[in-house]
């Protein structure tokens, strides 16, 4: 038997459509949505964006996706102003002893760690 994939579902916070939104602007592709819920991919990394919305849950909840760049990743969110018209928090690049890390915080209180 093989583990074929990991599919975590994440809270969307209070307003699903600006956080469906949001992360096709972050170079995820919508592929299906079904009422509350919307699947989300690219390339071998895929979730399911729920209309959840528990502030402790969402805050407490984090995420690794692996890049190629996380400097270009970074920039492609800079200058994208996402920050500015999404209300979401972006870090500095950090090394760390699994790589280069850059963090965003999404609109629920999600940590999101892009790793090099």
């Not at 602007?25 to 919508?30: A, I, M, Q, V, Y």
């Amino acid at each position: 038997m093989k583990f074929l994939a990991l599919r975590p579902f994440v809270p969307s916070g209070s307003n699903f459509k600006l956080a469906k939104q949001l992360f096709q602007e972050l170079g995820f592709t919508l592929e299906w949505e079904d009422g509350d819920y919307a699947g989300f991919g690219r390339e071998g990394c895929r979730f399911i964006l729920q209309k959840y919305d528990v502030k402790e849950f969402a805050e407490n909840f984090m995420l690794t996706v692996n890049v190629d760049s996380v400097e270009e990743f970074r920039n492609s969110v800079v200058e994208k102003q996402l920050p500015e018209r999404f209300g979401i928090r972006i870090g500095k690049i950090t090394p760390m002893p699994y790589g280069k890390e850059v963090n965003v915080i999404d609109l629920a209180g999600v940590c999101w760690h892009f790793v090099e």
